[in-house]
C-alpha cells in the first residue's frame, strides 16, 4: 500500500506558475501509474494528467494541455504538476492519486490511492 503527500499548493496571480509535489512512501511508486486531478467548489473531481508507470505516456485534459506537465522521479518517489499560464479558473483542490495499472486512467474511479490534496487558488 502506498501513501501519498501533495505540496506546492498556494495563492499565484493569473499567468503565473506553480509546481505540485506528490511524494509517496510505504511502496515503489514505479508500480503505479500516476494521476492528477482536481476539484473546485460545488464541482465534480475533474480529470487533470495522467502518466505511466515508466514516465514515457502521458495524457491532458484539454483545459490544460500546453499550460501544465505531469513528470515523475521514480528514484526520489515524487511525481510533479508543472502549472504555467495559470488561470482562475484553475482554482481548485488538486489531488494526486495512484493507479495499478501501467497507463493510469482519466476515471477516478480507476485509481486506488489518493492524497489529502493541495489548494491552488489563481487571483485574477
Known amino acids: 500500500q502506498v501513501q501519498l503527500v501533495e505540496s506546492g499548493g498556494g495563492l499565484v496571480q493569473a499567468g503565473g506558475s506553480l509546481r505540485l509535489s506528490c511524494a509517496a512512501s510505504g511502496r515503489s511508486l514505479s508500480y503505479y501509474a500516476m494521476g492528477w486531478f482536481r476539484q473546485a467548489p460545488g464541482k465534480e473531481r475533474g480529470f487533470v494528467a495522467r502518466?505511466?508507470?515508466?514516465?514515457?505516456?502521458?495524457y491532458y485534459a484539454d483545459s490544460v494541455k500546453g499550460r501544465f506537465t505531469i513528470s515523475r522521479d521514480n528514484a526520489k518517489n515524487t511525481v510533479y504538476l508543472q502549472m504555467n499560464s495559470l488561470k482562475a479558473e484553475d482554482t481548485a483542490v488538486y489531488y494526486c492519486a495512484a493507479d495499478e495499472g501501467s497507463y493510469g486512467s482519466m476515471w477516478s474511479k480507476d485509481y486506488n490511492y489518493w492524497g489529502q490534496g493541495t489548494q491552488v487558488t489563481v487571483s485574477s
Open positions: 502518466i505511466s508507470r515508466s514516465g514515457s505516456s502521458t
